[in-house]
């Protein structure tokens, strides 16, 4: 993985790719600075799983922004959900097949210079009933996805601007 920061329009640029299916990925940011950022990020499915829905989870010291102005989408996904504490973030109504890459935006405001936040795919259970696994989508979305061990990363980001 690899990030970008353009100082002067506050968007950060990250790219990469996951190859892990048992484990969800903690992902550090080194910024310029604190404060309100667009995060764009990009990464490709290396896995064998079709992806349905994606999370991220930011630390103590980040937020998720939500007002009418922040861009929060994705290519592949058509819904998102935020918690009320703008702390997690679900993507889905869509789908990531191996090999295809997947496109979330969405602004964060952190007080750090190194905010960490966390990446949790779900893929259906080949044997569940396409009800079962609406509904396990459904609660997963309301409840969030349990904690699996976690894969850290650290991304270098070069800053322009």
Known sequence: MAGVADLRRRVLMIS???DTTDHDVSVTVNLPEPGRWQVIKSETNLTEQTWVAMQVVMDEESTF??????????????????????R???????EVR????????????????KPAYSYSRYS???????????????????NGMARRPMVEVVVPVT???
Do not use: C, H, W
């Open 65 to 86: 922004v939500n007002d009418p102005e922040s861009l929060v989408m994705s290519r592949q996904f058509s819904k998102s959900f935020m918690t009320p504490d703008q």
């Open 124 to 142: 259906p259970i080949a044997t569940d009933s396409l009800e079962k696994s609406e509904q396990t989508l459904e609660e997963l979305v309301a």
């Open 98 to 113: 191996p090999g295809e890459a997947v496109l979330k935006v969405y602004e964060m405001e952190t007080t750090g210079r």
């Open 159 to 161: 800053v322009i601007g």
């Open 16 to 18: 990469g790719a996951i």
């Open 88 to 94: 997690r973030l679900t993507f889905y109504g869509g």
